[in-house]
């Protein structure tokens, strides 16, 4: 990215460097909650994070932050890994869990207890909450605020042992309740949960809050840069009081935040995604309408699209929803530079070439325009074959450049054809196309015939090799630009319920038919497709990624 402004973080970092802050390190961290899959916007946070490691030659963490067991699962540890692997990156060492840090977190919090600065406070949660008071009065402070440090230490011992059931007790630090910073008026550091955890078992019945954990974990993993969404704003004093109350040495993780990146015509919070798949409005996490990187890649984004997409979105302290078509723009410009061509019809109608022998030649048609070494491939062409229906019109406007009674159209890389008369069924519908074909006239023969221009060119698939194919074609998941964005109506009123067409019995070139899981292909005049993973090889399933911004030939 020579030549490119650095945006605001790359500052502070260049900054830094130059006074030789941290000795010149550069260590990041990304840290989900396992609640859940990773969408396009922790994908940006993801480039981000891992993209200033590899920019200032530092490294990037992954730490899942798993202080909460209710919602926790190891699915979700999985699924992330496999996310951040595909997207491309790689994270220092072993994977860290906040849960690793639990037996030093205890002993800070025991600490802070011997300090006088946190106490064991038997309020309820309202009562708490209630003593916060509001921004605009003092709080005030809990009856239990000035336990001696015998007694605190005695309870939280015993809260760890399980003696207190969940809700009766908490361990809070003793800040100050008239801070205006309503966070800093004794925030919650632990709470009793009888929760199994994902990793941790029934070891702890008490769990740290995020405030308390999570400078806490940067600290002992060295982290410099603890970069987050701005609603942890707020939060920064505190994750600065919290370090303050480590006294070993003069380090310290600084935290940054930077806005949201979310986009049009979805829902990104987590929340709700499990919603969709819980309720079954989607097929599940991965379903390809999902804004999830396993969704985006399920439905044939490529790694390279969404980090192209991240970069183009940029890092800013402004909220930004962003354009969907801009996810499709990075996907259709990879494609089209890598994705090979093949024919495909979606809605096939017959036709005959009436002139043609009763034979199956060859044609050689190039797979990719875009690149030369792509090389050529041969396709059958015979004299019964599949078209799209709507590329034929009996009464056709002036600007029909298809194929019309009495008028001629190219069959890509083979011959010129004329459509003689059409035979159709009781209701009207055509059953057959009959055409005369210019036998002078195939691609490429250098013959007079082969260079006659006609306005169309079709694409087309020879009946007797053609695969059937099921063809799924998205749409977006959502009617609303803003499905979440509205006060009074449900994000999920706004489902469009038409955002999944399946196509049978669609008609592939007969090269398809070892086309595995995964691989992409654009469907010439019809836009990118990549085999699903419900594909089989006799029963092959393909997924629109998207559509071609301008169809050729058309
Ligand atoms: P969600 O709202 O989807 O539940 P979250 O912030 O609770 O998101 P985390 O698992 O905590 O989810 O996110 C991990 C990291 O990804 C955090 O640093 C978070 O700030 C970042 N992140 C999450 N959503 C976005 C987004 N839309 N844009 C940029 N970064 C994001
Ligand atoms: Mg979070
Ligand atoms: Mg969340």
Redesign the pocket.
């Known amino acids: 990215d020579e030549g490119k402004s650095l945006n605001f973080i790359e500052q502070i970092i260049e900054e830094e460097l130059a006074e030789g802050k941290n000795e010149g390190r550069v260590y990041t961290r990304?840290?989900?909650?396992p609640n859940?899959y990773l969408?396009i916007?922790?994908a940006?946070?993801i480039c981000l994070n891992f993209g200033l490691a590899a920019k200032y030659q530092g490294k990037c963490n992954l730490r899942f932050?798993d202080t909460n067991p209710v919602k926790e699962d190891v699915e979700y540890t999985d699924s992330i890994q496999e996310d951040i692997q595909w997207l491309g990156f790689e994270w220092e060492g072993k994977v860290r869990y906040a849960s690793d840090y639990f037996d030093q977190l205890y002993e800070w919090a025991e600490q802070m207890i011997l300090q006088g600065k946190a106490y064991v406070d038997d309020q309820t949660a309202e009562e708490i909450s209630a003593g916060r008071k509001t921004i605009n009065e003092p709080g005030v402070n809990s009856p239990y605020r000035n336990r001696s440090v015998e007694e605190n230490l005695d309870l939280f011992r015993r809260m760890r042992k399980g003696e207190f059931p969940e809700g009766s007790k908490v361990l809070r630090a003793k800040i100050d309740m008239s801070s205006p910073n309503m966070l800093m008026r004794d925030p919650i550091m632990y709470r009793i949960l009888f929760n199994k955890h994902h990793r941790t078992g029934d070891k702890w019945c008490i769990y740290p809050m995020y405030d308390f954990t999570h400078g806490q974990s940067d600290y002992l993993e060295g982290i410099t840069h603890s970069?987050?969404?701005l609603e942890f704003e707020v939060h920064r004093p505190l994750y600065n009081w919290f370090l303050d109350q480590l006294t070993h040495t003069e380090y310290r993780p600084r935290q940054i935040e930077f806005a949201?990146?979310?986009l049009n015509y979805t829902v990104?919070?987590?929340?709700k995604l499990l919603e969709l798949v819980q309720k079954g409005y989607v097929s599940g996490w991965d379903d390809p309408r999902m804004p999830t990187i396993s969704g985006l890649r399920r439905r044939g984004y490529t790694p390279e699209s969404i980090r192209a997409f991240a970069e183009k979105v940029g890092v800013a302290r402004r909220e930004i929803v962003v354009d969907i078509a801009l996810l499709e723009y990075c996907i259709r410009e990879h494609l089209n530079k890598t994705a090979p061509r093949v024919m495909a019809v979606l809605h096939p109608v017959k036709v005959v070439l009436d002139n043609y022998p009763d034979q199956t030649e060859m044609v050689e048609i190039e797979n990719n325009p875009e690149d030369a070494s792509a090389g050529m491939r041969k396709v059958p062409f015979s004299r019964e074959l599949y078209i799209e229906r709507d590329d034929f019109m009996e009464n056709a406007p002036k600007k029909f450049f298809r194929l019309t009674p009495g008028g001629e159209v190219r069959l890509k890389g083979a011959y010129i054809i004329k459509c003689e008369r059409v035979e159709k069924d009781a209701e009207g519908n055509i059953t057959l196309i009959h055409c005369s074909c210019d036998m002078e006239s195939k691609s490429g023969s250098g013959t007079e015939a082969s260079n006659r221009k006609v306005k169309g060119t079709l694409h087309w698939v020879s009946a007797s090799e053609a695969i059937d194919a099921e063809v799924r074609l998205y749409d977006r998941l959502f009617k609303d630009e803003d499905p979440a964005g509205h006060k009074d109506v449900d994000f999920k009123e706004f489902i469009n319920e038409n955002s999944l067409e399946i196509l049978k019995g669609c008609k592939l070139e007969p090269g398809l038919k070892e086309a595995k899981p995964g691989d992409r292909f654009q469907f010439q005049r019809l836009g990118y497709f990549c085999v699903d993973k419900d594909s089989q090889p006799e029963s092959l399933v393909f997924n629109r990624t998207v559509g071609l911004k301008d169809t050729w030939a058309k």
């Open positions: 990304f840290p989900p909650e859940g969408h916007g922790h940006t946070s932050d970069i987050c969404t949201r990146r979310n990104m919070s987590k929340r």
